[in-house]
């Protein structure tokens, strides 16, 4: 008996020693795969906490105009700008041991597989926030044995990384709140309608409960869930520690005022702007599409607002429903290329081609404007003349000929002033300058003035029959309004990445690209469309705006058959819009032609309205002097029109007119003869 008492007993030493020697064995095992963990956790370094976050495009007050989101809305906010309340409610009931664990807590973890193993199921769940935090910065949602090891090593990673501060940041900014609203921001704007740091407490228990069930316990899938879970919530608060339970029961009771509707009221604000900054961001700035689109960037832009509803409501007002004609424009700020207004058709969704930056269409006259300046660079003036009449001019040696005509047929048949031609719009006359100076000066003008189109070598583009950008004359015509300095068209000022660094900021150079004096005797030549004393053979371009005009204009319109322009500026604005049909139908019926000219003003006249009326500064280097405009001379007493005219200093008429003498004499023989005349009765009776 003794023998098998002591048999057994040494069994059982075996046992126990061998138990210990593998539990030792395990121990160390798992000692060393937990420094390993450990150590290739360090190694790996810090994981990237590169979230999707929305872009956002801002106008140039800050107000935010756009998103770009793939239908989910996020908005990255730090900690010190979330609610205390909110911050304490999502610990409360998500995990409430979050600041004394390492990423794992282990009671939790075996209560909840304790309850799993009782219910045969899975009922309890025991993520901490870092391990939901590393689910939705890299994982799937899946629930493979992988998944979760690559879940608790990611965990480890943001642990050793990150302070408890930065995990709980990132959490509540990337959690998903439902009605797709991730993170704290989206989801506040979305439910309450302010943001996140200006929660109270009932509002903040309701979000808190929100995660555990998106579609369960949203207010809007049902209210009665969503008070039950915010119970839940406040409970679990005021066991914590966090509020006393007058504080729980108040917030209970409290109504809740409840929007359904994301931030930002005027998204879709300018979509023809917005798409051409996209654009910009890609092809000028070389940011790729996936940070464009969830890179979290802020994109300042040069949208002016009120502007930009200026300029549809001009568009919706002077072209009638029933057409189909297409409408370009753009407004800049001709000092820094801003700009400020663009709409690039009449129904974005209809139809988003671009056709303030896309579309390339035959400018017209408002190409003479670049042709003059050249003239004047190469010794024209205001009062050069040549003759209107219909010519058929010869190149090619010969063997082509090309006839330019003047609008409605008409021709002055006699000499006309370089002023006149431009405020008549005389085709004659620029052709016969365009040959003049060489048919490459007009190409070569017109780069310098930011034109980038390719432009055809040819006598009839004098009159614009190369096709251009609605921008690029919006930006040509800004470098006329500012003197000269080189400006390009500007759509962003400055970008920021989702940390709110500046990582692109707009400086432009200011660089003289024409001679300011001669950029301000053009200016001067095109305020002559509006007015009278300029008329001729026919009437000045722009007389049938005169009336409605309140302030001085520099401006010049084009018309093709297909196209019709109206380009001009003040010295704070510039605006240049077309009319047309998209595939180059005729523009036939009279109204149609005179659309680009009256959408122009409406807008330079209501875009201004709170402006001063700023008269152009002549530049440094001219002179202004009265003329006889119908022949360009020093205007004498007799002249019966007169009209102040800028030179550059040195190039103005010295001869006087003499036209209108023989005019004076008969007005003195006239006046002679009146005071000569005899009485009524001395007439009556022959004495």
């Known amino acids: 008996m003794e023998l098998m008492t002591d048999q057994r007993f040494r069994k059982t030493i075996k046992y126990l020693r061998a138990l210990l020697f593998f539990g030792l064995a395990g121990l160390a095992l798992a000692t060393v795969l937990y420094f390993s963990l450990i150590g290739y956790a360090k190694l790996q370094g810090p994981p990237p906490l590169a979230v999707p976050q929305s872009t956002l495009y801002l106008s140039d007050d800050g107000t935010v105009i756009g998103e770009s989101h793939s239908g989910q809305k996020r908005y990255w906010v730090a900690l010190k700008d979330v609610s205390p309340h909110l911050i304490n409610a999502t610990i409360s009931i998500e995990d409430k041991s979050f600041f004394a664990h390492n990423g794992f807590d282990y009671k ?47 965990t480890l990673r943001l642990e050793m990384n990150y302070t408890k501060d930065e995990i709980l940041e990132g959490y509540l900014n990337t959690i998903y709140y439902g009605n797709g609203a991730y993170g704290v921001q989206a989801a506040s704007r979305y439910y309450f309608g302010k943001d996140a740091k200006d929660l109270s407490l009932a509002e903040a228990s309701m979000l808190a409960g929100i995660p555990k069930g998106p579609n369960i316990y949203s207010p809007f899938a049902s209210f009665e869930k969503a008070k039950q879970r915010q119970q839940t919530v406040l409970y679990t608060m005021k066991v914590n520690g966090y509020i006393t339970d007058v504080s729980a029961k108040k917030a209970q009771s409290e109504k809740l005022e409840l929007v359904g509707k994301h931030q930002h009221d005027r998204l879709g604000t300018a ?195 190369s096709g251009v950008r609605v921008i690029e004359m919006a930006n040509a015509y800004s470098i006329l309004a500012n003197g000269g300095k080189e400006v390009d068209p500007v759509l962003i000022k400055k970008v920021e990445n989702h940390k709110g660094e500046v990582i692109y900021e707009y400086k432009g150079e200011e660089k003289e690209v024409l001679k300011p004096e001669l950029a301000s005797v053009m200016t001067h030549m095109l305020t002559g469309i509006f007015d009278n004393k300029l008329n001729g053979y026919s009437s000045v371009t722009g007389s049938t705006l005169i009336k409605k005009m309140t302030r001085p204009y520099a401006a010049k319109s084009g018309t093709t058959e297909t196209d019709s322009w109206m380009v001009g500026y003040t010295p704070q604005l510039v605006s240049a819009v077309w009319t047309g049909y998209d595939k180059g139908k005729p523009i036939e019926l009279t109204v149609e032609k005179s659309y680009a000219k009256n959408i122009w003003l409406e807008f330079m006249e209501k875009a201004l309205d709170d402006e001063p009326a700023k008269k152009f500064k002549a530049a440094k280097g001219t002179v202004s002097v009265l003329v006889d405009p119908s022949n360009g001379k020093l205007a004498s007493e007799g002249c019966p029109v007169t009209r102040e005219t800028l030179f550059v200093a040195g190039t103005e008429p010295a001869e006087y007119c003499t036209d209108h003498l023989d005019h004076e ?16 009765y001395k007439r009556l009776f022959g004495r």
């Open 271 to 465: 979509p023809y702007f917005q798409d051409a900054v996209r654009n910009a961001l890609k092809n000028s700035l070389n940011f790729d599409d996936r940070t464009i689109s969830l890179g979290g960037l802020r994109v300042y832009t040069t949208l002016n607002l009120e502007q930009q509803e200026i300029a549809e409501a001009s568009i919706d007002k002077m072209v009638s429903e029933d057409s189909d004609i297409q409408a370009g424009f753009v407004a800049m700020n001709p000092k820094n290329g801003h700009v400020q207004a663009l709409v690039g058709g009449r129904n974005y969704e209809e139809s988003p081609f671009n056709r303030a930056v896309q579309a390339v269409r035959q400018p017209g006259s408002t190409m003479k404007p670049i042709l003059y300046y050249a003239a004047l660079e190469n010794g024209f003036t205001p009062s050069t003349t040549m003759k209107s009449q219909l010519t058929t001019f010869m190149f090619d040696d010969g063997r082509s000929e090309y006839t330019p005509h003047n609008f409605n047929n008409k021709y002055a048949e006699d000499d006309i002033t370089m002023a006149q031609a431009l405020a008549l719009s005389d085709n004659v006359y620029a052709v016969k300058t365009h040959l003049f100076l060489g048919e490459d000066t007009l190409i070569e003008t017109a780069k310098r003035f930011g034109i980038k189109s390719d432009l055809s070598n040819v006598p009839s583009l004098a009159l614009g029959t």
């Open 108 to 154: 939790r973890i075996a209560g909840a597989a304790l309850a799993d193993l009782k219910a045969m199921a899975k009922v309890q769940g025991a993520s901490t926030i870092t391990q939901q935090y590393a689910r939705n910065l890299y994982l799937e949602h899946d629930k493979t044995w992988k998944r979760k090891a690559t879940e608790a090593m990611y």
């Open 665 to 680: 004499e008969h007005k003195e023989e006239k006046a002679e003869k009146k005071k000569e005349k005899k009485p009524w």
